[in-house]
């Protein structure tokens, strides 16, 4: 029998405690034995909640109970959760995590200190909730070169983009809509920007490709700047606009970013809808898939969570072998990254845009305002001909 | 240092070779050490293939050697691979199966008889090509009730389907052209009738559930019987017809089912087109998933080999956990099953129709034919009331 602790106690914390009393049978058929909840560690003591009895407010007590062999971290940011993360695993207890930022700052360490102490860091629910992506690269895409791993890994801009492409809606309108729902913090820029998805490709693509990914190399770009031209365009041509992290492998170079992109209807990212997640694959055998789900949520993210304490319990040994070593991969520039882009100018300068971005046809727009798709260039390239030309807004074709 | 053998060397088969030798330092690297393969097993020599140097025509050479600790087997059918795996297990060989029938058939036995004899039975390429739909429900899922499976299984069929859909071709001429594409079989009853993604379902359920479901016991019904109205009714409600191999936890009692369904473009499944699968699957925490990726084709189905065999070497343990017990899970009968049913009826009927299905509106489609949406009814009403009227076509909404 497995005796578990929980730190923290906020939405995730309180749906872990939530999964492991429901399932708790099922659990224990998975597991080979029961894992119950010992102590809640949080700061609030949560009176009138199935908390209430297991509260602490003293690491220790869990760090010192030989009877707790599986600690949950559920605290979000790095202090205290790194180092009561790091005390928990020299103690030799397993520690299965939903905090990207502990993952993707710290997960190299805490991985090698667990395979040191013999014992499990698993980090399943940090990217896509309770889409299991993580154990997909782990132990289900092993015989693959991974080619490109391409994601909507943010479920609120996701909301947001849906919301304006169906409904012809402006992004600020949608974005108090989504805050007033709690779909959107008050202070939504780390999803906005796009700085919660980057953090989710850089772990995603440590894990792929065996070494670190700092998320501040990535190139990211969030959704604040997509116009209802852009929309209406997207629309026009049979697609969406989808705020994409991406990490792509080619002939040993690697290429990341974050940013919004235009995705064709025949693109099964197009279907990802509301506040769904969705992270495509490619391998070099296994060719195109894609693993969809919600990508957070109380009871979806807690589903992970209690599958890696599943797996902990087990002692399956996948933190062993997990490869992710200290070497920092590199990632090149982005200036040399070709693709085509979707352009909106005034319509007085058709004639000149098609010089310049090699375009071919254009389809007019509201406002006096005109769409043209360039050919395939490089963001260099792209980028001098906008700057000539004098652009209204662009939009990165898949 | 693992060696493996392959036995049947069709397209599956030398895929998997294809795979071992294209990935091998990858491979290294997810299983600790190489994996090479020291024999193929066939009736045939392929001489100037890969396999030239490797073919045996004796089962015993494979079994008789200690070196070799994984096989392949990509045979297909029961006899002789049901004899040959069986020999392998009891010889202490891990076995990794693409072979649905075995599976289906006598997975549950050749399961207990390497975990009697600790090593693995694996089989994640029998369902679903490379989705790792079997991983993901004995490993991801694993804090879950699961309370739906429901799959496009069949490549063949989707591509069918997806045609006729799109271009309003007629079934005939599009099964004839998937044939000539060898996409469709010349003999395509198995794929058609839905026997192929019965077993799948059988086999994804019994993996799920823990217990022995028996195909035989599924409702079946393949797409021969869709007529063009449908198509037509289909197309103008916004959404697709699939082939839905489906089964389901309701209050403890367990219902399944493979039809044609209408699907609604909301509905993730709408948009899987083509020769590829996708597999929904709802748990009672994680809610709505879904794994999608390429059904059938060489490299693909390799990959999910593979992935068994790196597995196997690795030494997981997974089989141990895999829980499939010899008792039989009853499935309930389709009678009292409710639902909507799209229903086409000559156009003189449109009154008659209304009344007898509860139905509120109706769509003219071509040459005097109307489709009609019934209220949710049971299935054996919804037959009573169509013998009464006398109906085109229905088809199952879901």
Same mark, same amino acid.
């Given at each position: 029998?497995?005796?578990?602790?929980?730190?923290?106690?906020?939405?995730?914390?309180?749906?872990?405690?939530?999964?492991?009393?429901?399932?708790? &049978?099922?659990?224990?058929?998975?597991?080979?034995?029961?894992? #119950?909840? !010992?102590?809640?560690?949080?700061?609030?003591?949560?009176?009138?909640?199935?908390?209430?009895?297991?509260?602490?407010?003293?690491?220790?007590?869990?760090?010192?109970?030989?009877?707790?062999?599986?600690?949950?971290?559920?605290?979000?940011?790095?202090?205290?959760?790194?180092?009561? @993360?790091?005390?928990?695993? &020299?103690?030799?207890?397993?520690?299965?995590?939903?905090?990207?930022?502990?993952?993707?700052?710290?997960? /190299?360490?805490?991985?090698?200190?667990?395979?040191?102490?013999?014992? #499990?860091?698993?980090? &399943? *629910?940090?990217?896509g909730g309770?889409i299991?992506v993580?154990?997909?690269?782990?132990?289900?895409?092993?015989?693959?070169?991974?080619?490109?791993i391409s994601g909507i890994l943010n479920g609120?801009?996701n909301?947001?983009?849906?919301?304006?492409? !169906?409904?012809?809606?402006?992004?600020?309108? @949608?974005?108090?809509?989504? /805050?007033?729902?709690?779909?959107?913090?008050?202070?939504?820029? *780390? #999803?906005?920007?796009?700085?919660?998805?980057?953090?989710?490709?850089?772990?995603?693509?440590?894990? *792929?490709?065996? !070494?670190? @990914?700092?998320?501040?190399?990535?190139?990211?770009?969030?959704?604040?700047?997509?116009?209802?031209?852009?929309?209406?365009?997207?629309?026009?041509?049979?697609?969406?606009?989808k705020?994409i992290a991406?990490?792509?492998?080619?002939?040993?170079?690697?290429?990341?970013?974050?940013?919004?992109?235009?995705v064709?209807?025949?693109n099964a990212l197009c279907a990802v809808n509301g506040?769904y997640n969705a992270i495509y694959i490619?391998?070099? *055998?296994?060719?195109?898939t894609m693993l969809y789900g919600s990508g957070?949520?109380?009871?979806?993210?807690?589903?992970?969570?209690?599958? #890696?304490?599943?797996?902990?319990?087990?002692?399956?040994?996948?933190?062993?072998?997990?490869?992710?070593?200290?070497?920092?991969?590199?990632?090149?520039?982005?200036?040399?990254?070709?693709?085509?882009?979707?352009?909106?100018? /005034?319509?007085?300068?058709?004639? /000149?845009?098609?010089?310049?971005?090699?375009?071919?046809?254009?389809?007019?727009?509201?406002?006096?305002?005109?769409?043209?798709?360039?050919?395939?260039?490089?963001?260099?390239?792209?980028?001098?001909?906008?700057?000539?030309?004098?652009?209204?807004?662009?939009?990165?074709?898949?």
């Open positions: 029998m497995s005796k578990a602790a929980i730190m923290g106690y906020g939405t995730i914390g309180s749906g872990v405690l939530k999964v492991l009393m429901m399932n708790r &049978e099922l659990i224990k058929r998975s597991a080979g034995d029961y894992i #119950d909840a !010992k102590y809640v560690l949080d700061l609030k003591d949560f009176p009138g909640t199935p908390a209430e009895k297991l509260i602490t407010h003293n690491i220790d007590d869990i760090v010192n109970d030989p009877e707790v062999d599986i600690v949950v971290e559920t605290m979000g940011g790095t202090n205290p959760a790194y180092p009561f @993360v790091k005390k928990c695993i &020299e103690a030799g207890k397993s520690v299965c995590t939903s905090n990207k930022e502990l993952v993707e700052k710290h997960g /190299q360490e805490l991985l090698e200190l667990a395979k040191t102490k013999n014992v #499990d860091f698993l980090f &399943e *629910a940090s990217c309770g299991p993580i154990r997909a690269l782990n132990c289900a895409y092993v015989a693959d070169e991974i080619e490109e609120t801009t909301f947001i983009l849906t919301k304006m492409l !169906k409904e012809g809606a402006a992004y600020a309108d @949608v974005l108090r809509e989504a /805050q007033d729902m709690g779909i959107a913090e008050r202070n939504p820029e *780390a #999803d906005v920007e796009g700085h919660d998805p980057c953090r989710k490709i850089a772990i995603l693509s440590s894990v *792929a490709y065996g !070494k670190n @990914v700092n998320f501040e190399s990535i190139y990211t770009e969030g959704i604040t700047g997509i116009t209802p031209y852009d929309m209406e365009f997207a629309k026009k041509r049979g697609g969406a606009i705020l991406s990490f792509r492998e080619k002939e040993g170079k690697y290429y990341a970013m974050v940013s919004p992109f235009f064709s209807e025949d506040a490619k391998g070099n *055998a296994v060719g195109s957070a949520g109380m009871m979806e993210t807690a589903s992970a969570v209690v599958a #890696d304490v599943v797996n902990a319990a087990r002692g399956t040994g996948e933190t062993k072998r997990v490869v992710w070593l200290p070497e920092t991969l590199k990632i090149e520039g982005i200036d040399e990254d070709r693709r085509s882009f979707m352009v909106c100018v /005034q319509s007085d300068k058709v004639a /000149q845009a098609k010089e310049a971005f090699g375009a071919a046809e254009s389809v007019e727009l509201s406002g006096g305002v005109t769409g043209l798709i360039t050919k395939e260039m490089s963001e260099k390239d792209f980028k001098a001909a906008s700057d000539k030309v004098g652009i209204v807004s662009r939009i990165r074709v898949k």
